[in-house]
């Protein structure tokens, strides 16, 4: 079936570094998401992208859907303490003949003060 | 408001138990999931249910079992606990199947 496979699987860095995580599939995607997921909580979309070589921003987030539609990046700038979390990206599938929501395997980000 | 609330947000019980996590959304979506968080974090889909049409993911055992009584509602009881169902448990709701979906905050299921 589609899988998507996130890298890296953790990142351990200094606040204010600037963080950089990609994910990949062997097979087209339509839509990329990317979702942050805090301890205790269910995951929250940070950005949606619908469009080949498309580049959105929210805030210090800047995620971009790649051009083979194979692949999305995700950016975090000037990192602080509250992005730590599990980032997963998700992408639709499908899955007995209906296109379904599946996830990356997350990369987890630590950061230290 | 809480967009997408699921209870109990912990529930410990003991295998051979049966148990139901409720699931309600104000959104006005018209499809719901039931989704598996695992040890290593790992978000796998369980259920899907859209206007009364529900897909299953042929891995989930018979023992877990959706019910929905209304559009704003989507229930997941489970039979027969076993250890292994032992996880993190997300309801999520969004327009349609292919659009962002919108998550609960998960049900810690501990099976003793």
């Known amino acids: 079936g589609q899988q998507l496979n996130q890298s890296p699987q953790s990142m351990f860095i200094q606040e204010g570094e600037d963080v950089s995580m990609n994910c990949t599939s062997s097979?087209?995607?339509?839509?990329w998401l990317w979702y942050k997921q805090d301890p205790g909580e269910g995951p929250v979309l940070l950005i949606a992208?619908?469009?080949?070589?498309e580049l959105t921003s929210n805030g210090r987030l800047t995620a971009q859907f790649g051009i083979t539609r194979k692949d999305s990046f995700l950016n975090i700038s000037a990192s602080i303490p509250s992005d730590v979390g599990i980032y997963f990206c998700?992408?639709?599938?499908?899955?007995?003949?209906?296109?379904?929501?599946?996830f990356g395997q997350g990369t987890r980000l630590t950061i230290n003060p | 408001d809480t967009a997408v609330s699921q209870t109990p947000k912990y529930l410990v019980t003991q295998m051979g138990n049966d148990k139901s996590i409720k699931c309600e959304q104000n959104?006005?979506?018209?499809?719901m999931y039931w989704y598996k968080q695992d040890s290593k974090k790992f978000l796998k889909i369980m259920f899907s249910?859209?206007?009364?049409?529900?897909?299953i993911n042929e891995t989930v055992p018979n023992r877990f079992s959706p019910k929905s009584p209304d559009k704003a509602h989507l229930n997941l009881h489970i039979n027969s606990l076993e250890l292994g169902d032992s996880a993190v448990y997300f309801c999520?709701?969004?327009?349609?199947?292919?659009?962002?979906?919108?998550f609960g905050q998960g049900t810690r299921l501990t099976v003793v």
């Open positions: 249910y859209n206007n009364k049409e529900l897909i």
């Open positions: 998700a992408g639709p599938a499908f899955i007995q003949g209906a296109q379904k929501l599946v």
């Open positions: 097979s087209i995607f339509n839509t």
């Open positions: 999520a709701s969004s327009f349609g199947e292919n659009t962002e979906a919108f």
């Open positions: 992208l619908y469009k080949a070589g």
């Open positions: 959104l006005g979506h018209d499809t």
